[in-house]
């Protein structure tokens, strides 16, 4: 059996969907003649292989978040499967699936709102093995302390006692992903986890996540709306817009080979570390539409610089056009030839 095929099982997402009706004031709710609903997510499929660390990327808005929550049924999708080793979360009832949570974690992109201020550092990473009832006090005590000598919070009983606020942004962050690993999980989702901290500390967060999926072979959703990180991070990437994924691959082949126009603009935003440089930006027009009322055909067409006729007519689907290579657009990579890029 092929490699891929085989381990590409360990998460598989199938045509998921999650619209949120949209809330409106009580008159407007008696005159709508219909519901209107936000489509955060809106049909995508991918595969994460055990082991990986599988990056989602787009802008503000484009649906990584609700994706990533979805993923671990923090809120209940309006279509669609999310397996587990071959297991749909969401056929799963109330009480197997709070011992399922026990192998699926979550790094929130911002520490100081996602730690309870009034827990010491000691009582919110230990919480979840009291959650579990795992272990005595005294040996719920040494895993925190051993977690916290692991994330880098040394020494561990210095930190121990001590609240959120009388910790710095990054050791805050290393408490977070503390809290997300104390439990040995198999999956861990890190929304835009160095997002909210400096960016002299964000090599430090991101070499400590790479040290913790290897010794603990973890797998891992990385969110971003950076390609940069996503870059040093992951081995595959899927480029996500409005709710859809418009392009998905290796990572040599994303930078090495990209195919959406909305790739190769995010691609240009990065910055690139010599002066003398000065690369061709790529800005779309306008701003991303509102999920709500989606454009036509592919999403993108709006603000697309090499959009025909056919683009707002039909949808694209996500098509293989090179191994291990996916792209939904009509003209993949032209805009590398068109602009001369």
């Known amino acids: 059996m092929d490699r891929k095929v085989a381990m590409a099982s360990f998460i598989e997402v199938k045509n998921l ?11 407007e709710t008696i005159l709508a003649r219909k519901i209107e609903y936000v489509r955060a997510v809106d049909g995508i499929n991918f595969d994460i292989e055990r082991g990986a660390m599988f990056g989602l990327v787009g802008e503000s808005g484009s649906g990584k978040t609700t994706t990533g929550r979805l993923l671990l049924r923090l809120v209940e999708p309006t279509e669609g499967e999310v397996l587990f080793n071959k297991v749909n979360i969401f056929t799963l009832n109330k ?12 790094i929130f992109q911002d520490p100081s709102a996602s730690l309870n201020p009034r827990m010491r550092i000691g009582h919110v990473i230990g919480h979840a093995l009291e959650i579990h ?9 040494k895993a925190v302390l051993n977690v916290l000598e692991r994330v880098g919070l040394s020494p561990p009983q210095a930190f121990y006692e001590k609240y959120p606020h009388q910790l710095s942004g990054g050791q805050r962050q290393r408490v977070v992903i503390g809290r997300a690993i104390i439990l040995r999980p198999e999956f861990v989702v890190a929304d835009e986890p160095v997002a ?11 070499d400590l996540m790479m040290e ?12 971003t709306h950076d390609l940069a990180t996503a870059k040093y991070m992951c081995n595959e990437i899927a480029i996500m817009y409005l ?5 998905m691959g290796s990572k040599n082949e994303i930078f090495n080979n990209p195919m959406h126009p909305y790739t190769t603009a995010l691609l240009s935003a990065v910055p690139v570390p010599n002066p003398k440089l000065k690369p061709q930006r790529i800005i779309p027009k306008g701003e991303i539409p509102s999920p709500i009322n989606p454009p036509s055909g592919c999403r993108f067409h709006p603000r697309c610089p090499i959009a025909t006729g ?3 007519r039909k949808e694209p689907e996500l098509t293989p056009i090179r191994h291990n290579h996916q792209v939904a657009c009509y003209h993949p990579g032209e805009i590398i030839k068109r602009l001369n890029l």
């Open 17 to 27: 969907k999650k619209y949120f009706p949209v809330q409106k004031g009580f008159l």
């Open 212 to 223: 913790l999926k290897r010794e603990f072979n973890l797998t891992f959703l990385y969110i």
């Open 133 to 141: 009832n795992i272990g005595s006090v005294e040996e719920r005590k």
């Open 95 to 106: 009480e197997e699936m709070r011992t399922f949570r026990r192998r699926m974690q979550i």
């Open 310 to 312: 056919e683009c707002p």
């Open 243 to 247: 709710g859809k994924i418009v392009e």
């Open 196 to 206: 909210m901290i400096d960016v002299s500390l964000r090599a430090q967060i991101m």
